[in-house]
């Protein structure tokens, strides 16, 4: 593996990052075509997830692409999709040599794009930047395999972990630039999802603003029974951007019916103790394409989550200010008699945000 590898790889990764929460079902692929170190081509898996990462650069590229090196983030394609196989492409454009970190789990794929290529007389080199690239493409990976998206617990809190004052009161807790921050997380995830308490008391928009972006996440909400304002942020912009409700079996024929005529989406999924099953949801999402989510409370999903080991990385903007036993925490019940059933997460970044304190926090593999 040489240098150059690494370099060109991590522009690919980072390409491929830019893409997502805008591609699924399908990853946010990055692709640069290089010749004599020079960069021919460049390109992200479209929005939608269509076109692949590799068509854009190779066409970038033209004529010239014959003989270069493709350094793609994630395995070429193999399978006749909704497009022809990027594998193929490839070949068709005499490029030389395909460099990607791993195999794509997509059982159309798995090693066949690899295979493809090299039984064109392609050198494959495989590896490169293979740890960052599974993080950045861990909820692609999540929803083949498990079935389910990725999910980003975010919490703003207090020095004591609190959300809100007893009354209710939570603006501000966290400074602007904790505040834009989340912003950009939204964007960056293919849903957020709050249960029906947050919807029913911050009345919440849940989209994304001053970021100038065209594309807007999926905006889910969680109630079983679907008691939720008719009058509110989300029912007034349902129809701009997606609004889906992920409610419990039992809910009332005529709610579901009135938030249909909204232009919600309703998603039906499974009660597990008289509450909605987190599990369910999840699964009822990535059957729906999902790859990742970012849950934003309030305490009972949160707890819900943690609860059943649905959480994949901890996001905390912790604030210099302290609101006491009475405020609202930002975690519910977890029900927990010992420390060692506490669940526990791996720091993986801290950062001062303006006034207040960013952690990052990453699922230990159990
Ligand atoms: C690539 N490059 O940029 C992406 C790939 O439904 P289709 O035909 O679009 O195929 C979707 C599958 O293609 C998806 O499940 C994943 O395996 C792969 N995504 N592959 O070569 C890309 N986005
Ligand atoms: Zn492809």
Redesign the pocket.
Known sequence: MSDPDRRFMALALALGRRGRGQ?W?????G?VIVKNGRILGRAT?APG??P???PQALAQAGKAARGATAY?S?E??A?F???PP?SQALIEAGIARVVAPLE?N?P??SGQ?FAQLRDAGIEVVTGVLADEAARDLAGFFLK?EEGRPFVTLKLATSFDGRIATATGDSQWITGPAARRMVHAMRFDHDAVMVGGGTARIDDPSLTVRDLGVRRQPVRIVASRRLDLPLLSELARTAREVPLWLAHGPDADRALVEAWEGIGARLVCCGLVHGQLDLRSVLKELGALGLTRVLCEGGGAIAASLLANDLVDELVGFTAGVTIGAEGLPGIGALGLARLAEAPRFRLIETRAIGPDVLHRWARKER
């Not at 079902?25 to 692929?29: F, Q, R």
């Open positions: 591609c079902p399908n990853p946010a692929v692709c898996t997830g269509r692949h990462a590799e793609v994630l070429p394609c399978h999709g909704q497009t990027c794509d997509d159309r794929v794009g083949t």
